[in-house]
């Protein structure tokens, strides 16, 4: 089974710049979510949708981060306009829709780094 | 705030000692308790996961307590390897919507 795809794996830009990261979740896994991990510290919850809709996004810096799941499939995680304090590793992970506790499968990450 | 804590943040031990690792956290109401491997430039690797109805989990040299009533996890690792470095993490996890919170980590070098 293949594990939850990221791209690309690393990235540097300007501040000010924009920048988007890809996540193809486990096939079937209804849910995905989007964590930041600054150096560091653990990962922190941006965003959490379930199929297309969005079920969390109460961290979600929204007045420069986006984020879409549109077929409720893949998604994009999108910073426009990127600041330094967002270098950081953009972790996607996936897991199944259940009634009880499913445990989410990480991707290998994006490690983001704003000059 | 529910907030999960471990320390130390960083922890050397020579080859063969055993590992024991700390996870505080605030809200005794947890649902799960979960322990994470991550190594450099990978993503996380699940260990273990306890749920709130257990006292313990283990995996081969791994065990995984749980004492709700304190707020706190460890996580032991017998007879530790080289192998073995890389940072651990620490999540509790609420029932609604399957959030995971997560510690800062505790990074563990094993010297040969």
């Known amino acids: 089974e293949a594990g939850v795809a990221q791209s690309p794996r690393y990235k540097i830009i300007e501040k000010r710049q924009s920048v988007a990261f890809w996540c193809n979740p486990i096939s079937g896994h209804a849910t995905l979510y989007w964590y930041q991990q600054i150096l560091g510290q653990g990962p922190k919850l941006l965003i959490q949708f379930q199929n297309n809709g969005v079920v969390d996004d109460s961290q979600l810096p929204k007045d420069r981060f986006s984020a879409e799941r549109l077929k409720g499939v893949d998604s994009t995680l999108k910073i426009q306009p990127a600041k330094l304090e967002d270098s950081a590793v953009y972790l996607c992970?996936?897991?199944?829709?259940?009634?009880?506790?499913?445990?989410?499968?990480f991707g290998p990450g994006t490690r983001l780094t704003v000059l | 705030k529910q907030e999960v804590t471990q320390i130390p943040a960083a922890l050397s031990v020579p080859e063969g000692e055993n590992l024991v690792l700390n996870c505080s956290f605030t809200?005794?109401?947890?649902?799960?308790l979960q322990w994470f491997r991550q190594d450099p430039g990978k993503g996380l690797t699940s260990l273990l996961l306890?749920?709130?109805?257990?006292r313990e989990q283990t995996s081969g040299r791994l065990n995984a307590s749980l004492d709700k009533s304190s707020g706190r996890s460890t996580l032991y690792i017998a007879a530790s390897q080289p192998g073995d470095s890389a940072t651990y993490l620490c999540?509790?996890?609420?029932?609604?919507?399957?959030?995971?919170?997560f510690g800062g980590g505790t990074r563990v070098l094993v010297k040969p």
């Open positions: 809200d005794s109401a947890i649902y799960n």
């Open positions: 992970a996936s897991n199944p829709l259940g009634l009880t506790y499913n445990e989410q499968f």
């Open positions: 306890i749920q709130s109805s257990q």
């Open positions: 999540a509790d996890i609420k029932a609604a919507g399957n959030k995971l919170t």
